[in-house]
């Protein structure tokens, strides 16, 4: 037998094929996709000198790093940090309008769309900078940390670099997303590159696109928003707050108790289902009946089940570990490691985590995946809900700490492990038809990842047991589409992927 069709060059290169199928058609488009990435989650970023490190082992004292680094002198770090997220508006708004121009199926004239996207960019640039030049030369005597640089202000083209490195990974991502998107505008001026985005069709793995008349137009404003309201909610609690930032200063300087988290999680979840509720239209009498159904117990037990499995695996090699390193060093000297204190359970207060996961679930299975599967097929459609429901998170998974090495780590950490656990959560709602095991199973999930529990499984190793399990339950028990997606070429699709 020839290595070319050995089991393993067979899936090779079916998974090759597959993620090319996932790819836009135009790789030129691909700039668009970055950039407004890039953009859209950059005002999250630092926007300032890396603060100095405050305390031992190089950690950040939060509380003392609220109350005592200032950017510029006079101007405390929370309201820097609020004059960004106020100035950076456009550059989110820029973002946004990416995404839309990458969904939506009719354009118009796409150079005008993409030039609109420029010109918030680069407002929403000249604004922060314009206020960080501002404070630079206003600042007196040797108080500023931007006092490092060569002069105190400036003044000649020169420092313009050093003012790009000490604005940190904000304005470097910003600037990236900027530069991409005009490349593109400048291929699709010269006729190299077309909008509305598209992704090739396969007919031999019967995977066909809808005619473009034929498109949902409402996901091309459904995607954008959903994804722009967690930094839109922000924007909105970030300047209720700021007269109280400005009042109490010692409030906002210290971490934020467990319970404004919660409450902040909460009223997410009713901002997502309102809009969801909105935007679902007419359907919404059948829509909600339909997806929310109770199904069959043994699903509900799966959906709870197979995740915390999936979470014992790694405390279990962890003990494995340490058992084996003390068998053959430390047996004299030390006791055994207790197999116990390895494994945890969330508590009872973390089922609050199932409101959100409830929400997310709506959107995302029980009304985008079946628009998606029905457009893209099953595996691509699947795999496309999991980028959108990633991009949803981009928001919220940056912080003003992280380099740019650990933003870029962040993006393929969450696209990875989120992609891998939507065949999952796919699985349970097609096969149940019902949202509501993919509700147990994501409120599960997220439990245990943000739950305070003895050992934490390292993404590195999450990823793998996902798909693992997303590929056995496709591959054992494959799903069968309801009503007029029960059809033989699906099933055939299904055997020919897997």
Same mark, same amino acid.
């Given at each position: 037998?020839?290595?070319?069709?050995?089991?393993?060059?067979?899936?090779?290169?079916?998974?090759?094929?597959?993620?090319?199928?996932?790819?836009?058609?135009?790789?030129?488009?691909?700039?668009?996709?970055?950039?407004?990435?890039?953009?859209?989650? +950059?005002?999250?970023?630092?926007?300032?000198?890396?603060?100095?490190?405050?305390?031992?082992?190089?950690?950040?004292?939060?509380?003392?790093?609220?109350?005592?680094?200032?950017?510029?002198?006079?101007?405390?770090?929370?309201?820097?940090?609020?004059?960004?997220?106020?100035?950076?508006?456009?550059?989110?708004?820029?973002?946004?309008?990416?995404?839309?121009?990458?969904?939506?199926?009719?354009?118009?004239?796409?150079?005008?769309?993409?030039?609109?996207?420029?010109?918030?960019?680069?407002?929403?640039?000249?604004?922060?900078?314009?206020?960080?030049?501002?404070?630079?030369?206003?600042?007196?005597?040797?108080?500023?940390?931007?006092?490092?640089?060569?002069?105190? +202000?400036?003044?000649?083209?020169?420092?313009?670099?050093?003012?790009?490195?000490?604005? *940190?990974?904000?304005?470097?991502?910003? +600037?990236?997303?900027?530069?991409?998107?005009?490349?593109?505008?400048?291929?699709?001026?010269?006729? $190299?590159?077309?909008?509305?985005?598209?992704?090739?069709?396969?007919?031999? &793995?019967?995977?066909?696109?809808?005619?473009?008349?034929?498109?949902?137009?409402?996901?091309?404003?459904?995607?954008?928003?959903?994804? *722009?309201?967690?930094?839109?909610?922000?924007?909105?609690?970030?300047?209720?707050?700021?007269?109280?930032?400005?009042?109490?200063?010692?409030?906002?300087?210290?971490? $934020?108790?467990?319970?404004?988290?919660?409450?902040?999680?909460?009223?997410?979840?009713?901002?997502?289902?309102?809009?969801?509720?909105?935007?679902?239209?007419?359907?919404?009498?059948?829509?909600?009946?339909?997806?929310?159904?109770?199904?069959?117990? @043994?699903?509900?037990?799966?959906?709870?089940?197979?995740?915390?499995?999936?979470?014992?695996?790694?405390?279990?090699?962890?003990?494995?570990?340490?058992?084996?390193?003390?068998? &053959?060093?430390?047996?004299?000297?030390?006791?055994?490691? @207790?197999?116990?204190?390895?494994?945890?359970?969330?508590?009872?207060?973390?089922?609050?985590?199932?409101?959100?996961?409830?929400?997310?679930?709506?959107?995302?299975?029980?009304?985008?995946?079946?628009?998606?599967?029905?457009?893209?097929?099953?595996?691509?459609?699947?795999?496309?809900?999991?980028?959108?429901? *990633?991009?949803? &998170?981009? #928001?919220?998974?940056?912080? #003003?700490?992280? +380099?740019?090495?650990?933003?870029?780590?962040?993006?393929?950490?969450?696209?990875?492990?989120?992609?891998?656990?939507?065949?999952?959560?796919?699985?349970?709602?097609?096969? #149940?038809? #019902?949202?509501?095991?993919?509700?147990?199973?994501?409120?599960?999930? @997220?439990?245990?990842?943000?739950?305070?529990?003895?050992? &934490?499984?390292?993404?590195?190793?999450?990823?793998?047991?996902?798909?693992?399990?997303?590929?056995?339950?496709?591959?054992?028990?494959?799903?069968?589409?309801?009503?007029? @997606?029960?059809?033989?070429?699906?099933?055939?699709?299904?055997?020919?992927?897997?």
């Amino acid at each position: 037998m020839s290595d070319e069709s050995s089991p393993v060059s067979v899936y090779a290169r079916r998974l090759i094929v597959f993620l090319r199928s996932v790819l836009p058609a135009e790789p030129a488009q691909l700039l668009l996709l970055a950039g407004a990435t890039f953009l859209f989650m +950059s005002p999250e970023l630092r926007w300032w000198p890396d603060p100095p490190r405050l305390v031992a082992g190089g950690t950040i004292a939060l509380g003392r790093l609220g109350r005592e680094y200032e950017p510029f002198p006079g101007i405390p770090l929370f309201l820097w940090a609020s004059y960004v997220r106020l100035l950076s508006l456009p550059i989110l708004a820029a973002g946004a309008v990416g995404y839309f121009a990458c969904f939506r199926r009719s354009l118009g004239n796409s150079c005008r769309t993409l030039l609109w996207i420029l010109a918030c960019a680069v407002t929403g640039l000249l604004a922060v900078c314009g206020v960080a030049f501002f404070f630079w030369r206003s600042a007196p005597g040797s108080h500023s940390v931007f006092s490092s640089v060569a002069s105190r +202000s400036i003044e000649s083209l020169r420092d313009l670099p050093s003012l790009f490195v000490e604005l *940190g990974p904000g304005l470097r991502f910003a +600037s990236a997303g900027l530069l991409m998107v005009a490349i593109f505008t400048f291929l699709v001026w010269t006729r $190299r590159a077309t909008l509305p985005m598209r992704l090739p069709s396969l007919p031999a &793995h019967q995977i066909t696109e809808a005619p473009p008349d034929a498109a949902p137009r409402d996901l091309a404003v459904f995607i954008p928003v959903m994804i *722009g309201l967690i930094p839109l909610l922000r924007m909105i609690t970030g300047l209720v707050a700021m007269p109280f930032a400005l009042w109490w200063p010692a409030l906002f300087a210290t971490r $934020r108790a467990p319970w404004i988290v919660g409450l902040e999680s909460v009223v997410d979840a009713l901002f997502f289902a309102a809009f969801v509720f909105v935007a679902i239209g007419k359907e919404r009498r059948e829509f909600f009946p339909r997806c929310a159904r109770f199904p069959k117990a @043994n699903y509900l037990v799966l959906a709870g089940l197979l995740p915390t499995a999936v979470f014992q695996v790694w405390p279990l090699i962890s003990y494995l570990r340490d058992r084996i390193v003390w068998a &053959h060093i430390h047996q004299v000297f030390t006791y055994p490691p @207790n197999f116990p204190s390895y494994f945890g359970l969330p508590r009872l207060s973390a089922l609050w985590y199932l409101l959100p996961a409830f929400v997310e679930e709506i959107a995302w299975r029980g009304y985008l995946q079946p628009r998606f599967i029905r457009r893209y097929g099953l595996w691509r459609g699947i795999f496309l809900v999991g980028l959108v429901w *990633g991009a949803f &998170h981009f #928001s919220s998974d940056f912080s #003003s700490y992280m +380099s740019d090495a650990q933003v870029l780590i962040g993006i393929a950490a969450r696209l990875a492990w989120i992609v891998a656990f939507s065949y999952f959560l796919a699985w349970l709602t097609i096969r #149940s038809e #019902s949202i509501l095991p993919s509700t147990i199973a994501h409120g599960v999930y @997220n439990m245990f990842v943000l739950g305070a529990l003895p050992t &934490h499984t390292p993404i590195w190793i999450l990823v793998p047991l996902l798909a693992l399990l997303g590929y056995a339950v496709f591959r054992f028990w494959p799903p069968v589409m309801p009503g007029e @997606n029960s059809t033989p070429e699906l099933r055939s699709e299904m055997d020919t992927a897997t």
